[in-house]
């Protein structure tokens, strides 16, 4: 959709970013953060049951988690969870560098800090948590960040604990990993942001999580950052789109959710012109229509004592059938509840049909037992009786707010950029707070000393970069988001070798190897500073630095691997001499071809060479020999 389209839209989106901090222990525990372990020690498994808030109210959200009526098993694994995260024994106290980093990351976007820090709980009983709630603080407000010469407004930012990572799901049991619960995070969320396209909103997104970065001490690897998304369009509703794993689908899940609430409001608005009323939950058992069927959906499940069930949703013929967004239809948001609430396989409706071995006469069999006219569409429910009432139930749900319009709700976002129904939107009436922690003061002095040292952020390292060390903007760029800049500056500081070249080795080279399976992270920085010292004195080649590299990721120390790799460098006078022995046996060579034979020449002499000196310097001596042997000529 144009930019254009969209500011006369105007949808109102809002981003909430979840960033794992990279802190040596949990957010409330002393367990450390790594999740290295693979193997479960043991598991434990619960039930959770929602609770009333301080108010007496009970959350929408926790209520539908509630009735799913789920078992969660939690897989314990050795030295990275404790008896906090099985809710066996209560929190311990915050974790100080933790809270360190979110108020950095809080001034940084230009937040109010308040003057004390409290510990909330949040109702949260999808089985994520063992507790039934998550822990969370909010430790700044009333921020904003500079986009394009307009200020998005930061309306909070919290302090987190993760939730536990989901394995599996199966028969109504779920099972988590509890090694990731506690891991601290921030959750930066964003005010309305309206007049923005799809990918301005991603490239928003991206900006916060840059800023995050530039503090050094946030988790990067897959997973470590996940973006929630919230969005509702004129005429729509705020619909919450959970997971986006992946910054580059932002802006197809805005775009797509854009055209589903679009969608939704033109249904409701063809519903109205056609006269629809309330559909009520009337049942009726068709099993009798489809006697002899040579649908396999329908014998299947026959055979097995299943029962076929119906309801009729009066003037939604076609309705149904409509698509919300690529390759998903209104039947396809009834049959995600009828999935999640009845637990079946799926629903038919009269839209598709016939189709799936279902015949023309079946349809109209299965009308006339629920005396639906051609104006109404019919869905059915292949499964036992209670399970087939209760999605069918489900279905007559969605298809009553779709008379009223587009529902606010909780949604998954799909890996296409299409999302789904994952329950109710939670409410205010979920949190209330934590009395095992108590407030934590934030004094004036601790806040001036955090901003007299807050890092630098990506753009205006950028610039520095290429100023200071000559680098391209492209580098420049690469190497201000790089967890090796502050590796890259002190090689640069402490070495003569060229900046560009240290860049390339750490951003690119050092990539390459490890794509190859070399562990280059191990080794040590002493070691990089011995090899570009070497190289800047004119006693290595940067053409070795691959093969030196490979060597140091085993331990060894620089001249250890120069011994071993052959890589004695020679000195001027030796250079000098082995290029005149060449020069003098390829004689004739440079008789007939002039300065022409530099190049088969170079070739020779790298060939012994390479790794020890630099071609530049090889090709100076050359040079100086020809040009002396051809005016004795």
Not at 313 to 338: H, I, M, N, S, Y
Not at 354 to 366: H, T
Not at 448 to 463: D, F, G, I, V
Not at 500 to 515: F, G, H, W
Request: aromatic letters at 4%; charged letters at 30%.
């Amino acid at each position: 959709m144009r930019k254009e389209a969209y500011e006369e839209l105007k949808p109102m989106v809002g981003l909430e970013i979840h960033q794992q901090l990279d802190t040596k222990h949990k957010l409330f525990c002393n367990c450390p953060t790594t999740m290295r372990e693979k193997t479960p020690l043991t598991t434990i498994e619960r039930r959770l049951r929602p609770v009333q808030s301080e108010l007496g109210e009970t959350d929408v959200a926790a209520q539908f988690e509630y009735l799913r009526n789920r078992s969660f098993c939690y897989q314990v694994f050795s030295g990275e969870s404790c008896l906090v995260e099985t809710d066996c024994e209560p929190p311990h106290e915050l974790n100080p560098e933790a809270l360190e980093i979110a108020l950095q990351i809080a001034l940084l976007l230009n937040c109010r800090i308040p003057d004390e820090i409290h510990t909330m709980r949040k109702i949260v009983i999808d089985g994520s948590n063992t507790s039934g709630f998550q822990r969370t603080c909010i430790v700044g407000l009333g921020g904003f960040l500079e986009y394009k010469g307009r200020r998005i407004e930061i309306s909070t930012i919290a302090l987190e604990e993760d939730a536990a990572a989901i394995v599996s799901e199966e028969r109504g049991k779920v099972t988590y990993r509890l090694n990731r619960l506690g891991v601290p995070l921030v959750e930066i969320g964003t005010g309305p942001i309206v007049g923005h396209t799809p990918q301005e909103i991603q490239e928003i997104a991206y900006s916060i999580g840059m800023i995050c970065r530039a503090t050094d001490k946030v988790k990067r690897e897959i997973g470590a950052i996940r973006q929630d998304v919230n969005i509702s369009v004129r005429g729509g509703a705020r619909v919450e789109i959970k997971g986006v794993q992946e910054l580059g689908l932002i802006s197809k899940v805005v775009e797509r959710e854009v055209q589903r609430q679009l969608a939704l409001i033109e249904i409701k608005k063809e519903l109205a012109r056609r006269g629809a009323g309330r559909v009520e939950k009337e049942f009726v058992d068709v099993t009798e229509a489809f006697s002899g069927t040579g649908s396999q959906i329908v014998s299947k499940g026959l055979a097995k004592g299943k029962r076929v069930l119906a309801v009729n949703l009066p003037k939604f013929a076609g309705l149904v059938g409509r698509e919300l967004q690529p390759g998903r239809r209104l039947g396809t948001e009834l049959a995600d509840w009828a999935k999640l609430y009845g637990k079946v396989g799926g629903i038919l409706h009269t839209d598709e049909l016939p189709a799936y071995g279902i015949s023309r006469e079946e349809v109209e069999r299965i009308r006339r037992a629920t005396g639906a006219s051609e104006d109404d569409a019919v869905v059915i429910v292949v499964d036992t009786r209670e399970k087939a009432r209760t999605a069918l139930a489900a279905v007559v749900d969605r298809a009553n707010q779709a008379i009223e319009g587009v529902p606010e709700e909780t949604r998954r976002a799909l890996p296409d950029g299409n999302t789904e129904f994952m329950r109710p939107l939670p409410g205010a009436g979920r949190m209330y707070p934590e009395t095992d922690i108590p407030p934590i003061p934030i004094r004036e002095d601790r806040l001036k000393t955090l901003r007299e040292s807050l890092p630098e952020l990506p753009e205006r390292k950028k610039e520095r970069f290429m100023k200071e060390y000559g680098l391209g903007e492209e580098m420049a760029g690469r190497l201000s988001l790089s967890e090796k800049a502050g590796l890259f500056e002190r090689l640069a500081r402490g070495s003569g070798a060229s900046p560009k070249l240290i860049a390339t080795t750490l951003e690119e080279t050092m990539v390459s190897l490890r794509r190859e399976g070399i562990e280059v992270e191990r080794v040590p920085e002493s070691f990089l500073l011995d090899m570009f010292n070497l190289i800047s004195n004119g006693k290595l080649a940067k053409e070795a630095i691959p093969e030196v590299l490979a060597e140091g990721s085993k331990g060894k120390d620089i001249q250890e691997v120069l011994k071993k790799l052959g890589l004695r460098a020679p000195g001027e006078e030796e250079l000098k001499r082995f290029v005149r022995e060449v020069t003098l046996a390829n004689r004739k060579l440079i008789e007939e071809r002039g300065e022409a034979a530099m190049k088969p020449l170079m070739g020779i002499l790298m060939k012994h060479l390479r790794g020890k000196v630099d071609g530049k310097v090889v090709n100076e001596a050359l040079t100086h020999e020809i040009r002396k042997m051809l005016r004795k000529e």
